[in-house]
């Protein structure tokens, strides 16, 4: 935990709940690092006493995903094990998009130093959002998620249930062991993975990796070809884009609602996206009546910023799409109806685990 921050928020956390509650700094009672008692070793940073309110706090550094999904199950399973009436509540900088989304899932209220806040608990409601982050670092962070690193939280993802070396993860992912073994490391300091006796890797948390990919997953990075074919139907440009590139002997994978629509038909869809090894010729283009411009768009040619988008790819209707995990992430932030269709795909053919 950087130190600096963690001694920033020990020392503002009870002031800023202070103002939350409109109650004066002399009603705030501080106890630092209590245990859950009866035995149990789990603890969590603080308890601040607020007038008739008691609230178990667990802070955090980040307001990512990861470090927010092992915050919020420190502060529920110590208020389970408490014994006495409290509210769990997460502190943190800033609170991501994902973050809010995981704390508020799980019940669990949290506030950050930018001045947001989302507190619930009896005869309490208090909901603050929109301050921007007054915590941003220069510089690029540290990402296990881009776009070739992301080759191993891919195929870990891909068959959660299973055990790998990293020698068979290195080899899935067409990567050198070395880089492998970094990412792996990251991404079990995180604790999204979780090494067995022998060394041996697996998804720890199924959900909060799949979601922590999903935070900083930026889909504008790909090289993005707008257009548009005229046909009777979106179905109807789909397989005609598929044929194509068939007959090109291209490698290509449906994505986006497309992609949704031949993995689960949920919603009719307007926008096909598809990814390219390579981008068809003029020519072929020209002979499925592809034409580039942005207005009235429905066709998206991709060419992807690492190969890895295309592993898990399978022939469905006789076109290929995309992995699910894929698709789901390249939803975001999609037109038309991608919320809807990411949440179905999610709820469908993404399994929601627990965590060790």
Excluded at 55 to 70: D, H, L, N, P, Y
Excluded at 130 to 153: E, T, Y
Excluded at 271 to 298: C, D, K, T
Excluded at 319 to 342: G, M, T, W
Aim: charged content about 25%; aromatic content about 6%; overall charge positive.
């Amino acid at each position: 935990m950087n130190r600096a921050l963690s001694q920033q928020l020990d020392q503002e956390v009870p002031k800023r709940l202070a103002e939350l509650l409109a109650l004066s700094p002399s009603r705030m009672k501080i106890q630092r690092e209590p245990a859950a008692g009866r035995g149990k070793s789990i603890g969590v940073d603080m308890l601040v006493s607020a007038g008739k309110l008691l609230f178990a706090v667990e802070c955090k550094t980040s307001g990512q995903a990861a470090a927010i999904a092992m915050a919020v199950r420190s502060a529920r399973e110590f208020v389970e094990q408490w014994g006495k009436k409290s509210i769990p509540l997460i502190a943190v900088p800033y609170m991501g998009e994902v973050g809010r989304r995981l704390s508020e899932e799980a019940g669990v209220g949290w506030l950050d130093l930018s001045g947001n806040a989302h507190l619930v608990g009896p005869g309490l409601r208090v909901n603050i959002e929109g301050k921007p982050n007054l915590f941003k670092r220069p510089g690029r962070p540290r990402n296990v998620f881009a776009p070739k690193s992301a080759r191993i939280a891919r195929g870990l993802l891909m068959q959660p249930e299973r055990v790998f070396t990293q020698r068979e993860l290195a080899k899935a992912a067409g990567l050198d062991e070395g880089f492998t073994s970094r990412i792996v490391r990251q991404l079990e300091e995180q604790r999204l993975v979780a090494r067995e006796k022998g060394g041996a890797v697996r998804v720890a948390d199924y959900d909060t990796m799949l979601e922590a990919w999903w935070e900083v997953y930026e889909f504008s990075k790909h090289h993005i070809i707008r257009g548009t074919i005229a046909a009777r139907s979106s179905d109807d440009v789909v397989r005609l884009l598929a044929g194509q590139l068939k007959q090109d002997k291209l490698e290509y994978a449906m994505t986006g609602l497309a992609g949704a629509w031949l993995l689960d038909p949920f919603a009719g869809f307007r926008l096909a996206v598809v990814y390219v090894g390579q981008m068809p010729s003029p020519a072929n283009l020209q002979h499925i009546g592809f034409h580039e411009e942005a207005r009235g768009e429905n066709v998206w040619l991709v060419v992807p910023n690492d190969e890895g988008v295309f592993h898990g790819a399978a022939e469905l209707q006789g076109i290929f799409c995309a992995h699910p995990v894929q698709v789901y992430l390249d939803l975001k932030n999609h037109p038309e109806r991608s919320a809807e269709a990411a949440e179905h795909l999610r709820q469908k053919l993404l399994r929601k685990g627990g965590h060790v």
